[in-house]
């Protein structure tokens, strides 16, 4: 099959939208397709070098340069917006010119996954398969006072959110012209039905490599002090404050070690929170480590606790079942979705007071019973053995046999 995917974000060896770009596009190709992959300039270097230790002949990664006036912008924070619309505007330039000479089977769009952003790529004519997509999930006002200033962006993100799916008609045109959207999460197939798309599906976006899981599930010997572990960047959306103060909320006997692993543009709160939940002594924060001490605090911990506030799915959730972990979150957007009830407790959200308590709860209890968190353990290891990039490709892949030939018209009279 001669298969387009629009990439924007894409480089191998990184994490999130990057690695999702990218991995998309190197495991099409491993199941044969001609892939054509267009992708901004940032990542070039490690593409093309990565490119050629591969020698895949069917893997052609297309560049789409912006002019340097329009690439400054992404040095701001809402600059992302108008970089990524003129983006697509040369990409379906760029991608035009090159079905006159292919005629591509299908199209498919990877990243960016956000549904407001849309994909230009729908005037291509061809199939169309958008996503995995999020975008759709906004941030719980009741709990705003975790944001603290971040909680202006939030706000400034929903009205520009709404804006899009009203004026950008690379939205709702692509969602009415895709044979098939995928959507992480609840919040963002309701988002995607609201505005037209004709097939939405969910589909999770995580997904990991084989060579990532430990050998076997990772036996812990359960100790007097229960170590707990927070992955990620330290942005306001990411609830780092919530976990704290859940858990200046357990119960003085309970013994525990919290290790957080990142850094961001809150660094300098951290302290701070530590000191306000008088959590010294009982928290490390080692900032930005390297990978292999992320998996090694993966094998070395008993919980992993990570509240983020609006996520569309949020890998390191599956990192840490893949690592054998109990997961406590909130019963919220992608962990909603992503974390199976058996592999941990998500917490249903509500007043600050009341969802910090229930999260010093959910530790209290798999404090008491380490036998449930073995349970839980084991059947999120299990789970996210269904979740690496091979047989998501193969997924994938029966879906690029049923949609290619399926224009949009034909999906209202199949449903």
């Keep these: 099959m001669k298969l387009l995917l629009s990439a924007y974000a894409c480089e191998p060896y990184?994490?999130?939208?990057?690695?999702?770009?990218?991995?998309?596009?190197?495991?099409?190709?491993?199941?044969?397709?001609e892939v054509w992959c267009l992708t901004t300039v940032e990542g070039r270097e490690s593409i093309e070098k990565e490119v050629e230790k591969l020698a895949l002949p069917n893997l052609h990664i297309i560049f789409v340069e912006l002019p340097a006036w329009i690439d400054k912008l992404f040095e701001y924070h809402l600059g992302f917006y108008p970089h990524y619309m003129y983006w697509q505007h040369r990409a379906y330039q760029k991608a035009k010119e090159l079905d006159e000479k292919i005629n591509f089977d299908l199209v498919h769009h990877v990243t960016i996954g956000s549904l407001q952003m849309g994909t230009a790529l729908w005037r291509l004519n061809k199939p169309l398969i958008f996503g995995p997509t999020g975008g759709g999930q906004e941030a719980p006002r009741a709990l705003k006072k975790?944001?603290?200033?971040?909680?202006?962006?939030?706000v400034l993100r929903k009205i520009i959110s709404e804006a899009l799916l009203v004026f950008n008609p690379n939205a709702r045109k692509a969602m009415q012209h895709a044979s098939l959207v995928l959507t992480t999460n609840q919040d963002t197939y309701d988002m995607a039905q609201r505005i037209g798309a004709l097939n939405p599906k969910m589909f999770l976006d995580t997904s990991l490599p084989e060579d990532f899981y430990p050998e076997a599930y990772p036996e812990r010997i359960p100790d007097e002090t229960m170590k707990i572990l927070w992955v990620g960047r330290l942005f306001a959306r990411k609830g780092l404050p919530l976990v704290l103060a859940a858990l200046s909320k357990v119960r003085p006997d309970v013994k525990f070690e919290l290790t957080i692993l990142g850094d961001g543009p809150m660094?300098?709160?951290?302290?701070?929170?530590?000191?306000?939940?008088?959590?010294?002594?009982?928290?490390?924060?080692?900032?930005?480590?390297?990978?292999?001490?992320v998996k090694r605090a993966y094998t070395q911990s008993d919980l992993?606790?990570?509240?983020?506030?609006?996520?569309?799915?949020?890998?390191?959730?599956?990192?840490?079942?893949?690592?054998?972990?109990?997961?406590?979150?909130?019963?919220l957007h992608g962990a909603q979705n992503l974390v199976p009830d058996e592999a941990g407790i998500k917490v249903p959200?509500?007043?600050?007071?009341?969802?910090?308590?229930?999260?010093?709860?959910?530790v209290e209890k798999l404090y008491d019973q380490p036998l449930l968190r073995r349970k839980m353990g084991v059947s999120g290891y299990k789970f996210s053995k269904s979740q690496t990039w091979t047989v998501k490709t193969q997924h994938i892949n029966e879906f690029y046999s049923k949609y290619s030939q399926v224009q949009p018209a034909e999906l209202t009279v199949q449903h």
């Design 349 to 362: 959200v509500s007043t600050p007071d009341q969802t910090a308590n229930a999260i010093a709860a959910a």
């Design 146 to 154: 975790y944001f603290y200033s971040g909680w202006k962006m939030e």
């Design 304 to 331: 992993f606790l990570f509240c983020s506030l609006r996520d569309s799915s949020a890998a390191q959730l599956l990192e840490a079942m893949a690592y054998g972990l109990p997961i406590v979150t909130l019963d």
């Design 14 to 33: 990184r994490g999130t939208e990057l690695g999702n770009g990218w991995n998309w596009a190197l495991s099409t190709a491993k199941l044969g397709h």
């Design 267 to 293: 660094h300098d709160f951290v302290p701070r929170w530590i000191d306000e939940y008088k959590l010294h002594g009982k928290v490390s924060w080692k900032g930005q480590v390297p990978w292999d001490e």
